[in-house]
Nanobody
Framework: QVQLVESGGGLVQAGGSLRLSCAAS????????MGWFRQAPGKEREFVAAVRWSIRRTAYADSVKGRFTISQDIARNTAYLQMNSLKPEDTAVYYC??????????????????WGQGTRVTVSS
């Protein structure tokens, strides 16, 4: 089992920045890829970004490319999502997920059972 705990959400004005963190514990050795998803009110959960830092593999949704950066501290089993130039449409609950491969997280639906509890991000206009 893998446990994931997100932090860093909050309220920010449009154009501002936030950094989300996701700390993993448990059987992380078989789940080296970590990713972020988000769910806005009344909408389906959607993929945001994923990373497997050991092989320098990243993936991003088109809607966040150039604004969000995902990274991973392997020693700390922690993934980060740096979010810049935030827009009101980025408002959502952001969830962390873990899997063995980045492809498992970009799949539709994502192929993982490991999810965090979510952290809320609100971007005001």
């Amino acid at each position: 089992q893998v446990q994931l705990v997100e932090s860093g959400g909050g309220l920010v004005q449009a154009g501002g920045s936030l950094r989300l963190s996701c700390a993993a514990s448990g059987r992380t050795s078989n789940n080296n890829a970590m990713g972020w998803f988000r769910q806005a009110p009344g909408k389906e959960r959607e993929f945001v970004a994923a990373v497997r830092w050991s092989i320098r593999r990243t993936a991003y949704a088109d809607s966040v490319k150039g604004r969000f950066t995902i990274s991973q501290d392997i020693a700390r089993n922690t993934a980060y999502l740096q979010m810049n130039s935030l827009k009101p449409e980025d408002t959502a609950v952001y969830y962390c997920a873990a899997a063995e491969f980045v492809a498992s997280l970009t799949a539709v639906p994502p192929r993982t059972n490991y999810w965090g509890q979510g952290t809320r991000v609100t971007v005001s206009s």
